[in-house]
T-cell receptor, first 116, second 115 residues
């Protein structure tokens, strides 16, 4: 158990709909990352938040957005869903570094999204 | 631009054989970090190791060992005396020292250990 929790575990919805994926980082971690894993694109970084602020953006579509709340949990919102958005969405968190070193990321169990 | 290449898509070995998973990376940064993750059939991503670019010491953890060679931009992973529980997809990943700390993943190597 990594200590990172994600809900729901599975989500089935229709094209055009909007869904929200939720993530709680490990206790004390300020950084949250979202990744998408699909058969054709592999594992891709979407977005990072640090202590409530957006830190970095990757290959995130404009239809997708995220936020991190004061209690540090994060939500990934996916709207106007398309068949191609079907994927496994992972959240990860990492410890805060005072030395500037990059720490390992611990991943949640993922949310499997199926768009029909 | 950063890139991680795992040329081996699938590997099958018989239990108790040794197996090496290859990882070759590209980055312009002089400070970077390399990782290996395991994704068993259950789907979660399990952290195995992190290596900093300024630390070329190889590492051994039980049946697992890692060989980091900056001269060839490689970070290979060896499993000794493989077991059925080692069957999984293994990902090599890179994080650059400047800018964002996100991970760039390779395409993964699916390892099947046959009993």
């Amino acid at each position: 158990d990594s200590g990172v929790t994600q809900t729901p575990k599975h989500l089935i919805t229709a094209t055009g709909q909007r869904v929200t994926l939720r993530c709680s980082p490990r206790s004390g971690d300020l950084s949250v990352y979202w990744y998408q894993q699909s058969l054709d694109q592999g594992l891709q970084f979407l977005i990072q938040y640090y202590n409530g602020e957006e830190r970095a953006k990757g290959n995130i579509l404009e239809r997708f957005s995220a936020q991190q709340f004061p209690d540090l949990h994060s939500e990934l919102n996916l709207s106007s869903l398309e068949l191609g958005d079907s994927a496994l969405y992972f959240c990860a968190s990492s410890a805060n570094s005072r030395t500037g070193l990059v720490n390992e990321q611990f991943f949640g169990p993922g949310t499997r999204l199926t768009v029909l | 631009a950063q890139k991680v290449t795992q040329a081996q898509t699938e590997i099958s070995v018989v239990e108790k054989e040794d197996v090496t998973l290859d990882c070759v990376y590209e980055t312009r940064d002089t400070t970077y970090y390399l990782f290996w993750y395991k994704q068993p059939p259950s789907g979660e991503l399990v952290f195995l190791i992190r290596r900093n670019s300024f630390d070329e010491q190889n590492e051994i953890s039980g049946r697992y060992s890692w060989n980091f060679q900056k001269s060839t931009s490689s970070f290979n992973f060896t499993i000794t005396a493989s077991q059925v529980v080692d069957s999984a997809v293994y990902f090599c990943a890179l994080s650059e020292g400047t800018g964002a700390n996100n991970l760039f993943f390779g395409t993964g190597t699916r390892l099947t250990v046959i009993p």
